[in-house]
């Protein structure tokens, strides 16, 4: 493919760009962006702003090799300290892993407080919060168990689980109990296997199957890049239902 016209377009499309004030005022803020994008961590900014990038093609637009996989979860890993200090923290780089055993996937950076309180207690729980409890998510994600107590710094409380070496937040209406099964150093994050030892929920998010239900455990996504949480949409159907238009 000749990518030599795009690029020239481009160039001239620049610079009528550049001479014009007030086109001016909108590309320092379209660079903005590009640059707040490319300093996320998430990753950098890949794919031309106009014209295709090396990986386009069937009208789609190359975002680069990125950990672009909406929507994430947003569990809180609580754990403790060498000290016996419950501390927890948000993680969305996160799921289940196994059916049997039962058992989660959560990958930490290594920097992170919480990392070293799994490697040294070999267990943690996954704490499943309700919306109401989305601004404690945000904090456990933005501040370090080094520097801060975050349960009272949250008025959330530790208990101690009776199965694993591991506290759970009372206030999170679904808590996994976990033991370390399997420890994967992948790169700049480790992938703690945690094998699930018990799930515990509040009765008051149990639907008539005595399961959770969707819309009273009420729990929320992560969107990478643009960084919000967002609540469940709308109910679609049940996978038999949907399945059944494709079959004869
Ligand atoms: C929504 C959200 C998701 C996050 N997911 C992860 C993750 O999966 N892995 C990770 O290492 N850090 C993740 N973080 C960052 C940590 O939660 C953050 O570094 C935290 O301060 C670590 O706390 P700690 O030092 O007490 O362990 C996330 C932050 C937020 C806000």
Known sequence: MDRSKPA???????????????????LAAMLSAAFLLAAAPFGPAAGSPEGEGPGDGEGKRSLGARTIAPPAPVWIIAAYDTAGKPNMMTASWVGIACSRPPSVAVSLREATYTFGCITAGGAFTVNIPSTALAAV??????????????????????????????????????????RVSHTFELGLHTMFIGEIVDVKADAAVLGENGLPDPETLAPFVYWVGEGGFYGLGDRLGSVRELARQFMP
């Open 8 to 26: 020239a377009a481009s160039a001239a499309a620049f610079y009528r760009r550049l001479t014009s004030t007030r086109s001016s005022l909108r």
């Open 137 to 178: 998510a945000a904090y456990a994600g933005s501040v370090s168990g080094r520097d801060e107590d975050k349960f009272s710094a949250t008025s959330t409380t530790p208990v101690a689980s009776e199965l694993v070496n591991a506290p759970y937040v009372k206030e999170c209406p679904l808590v996994l109990e976990c």
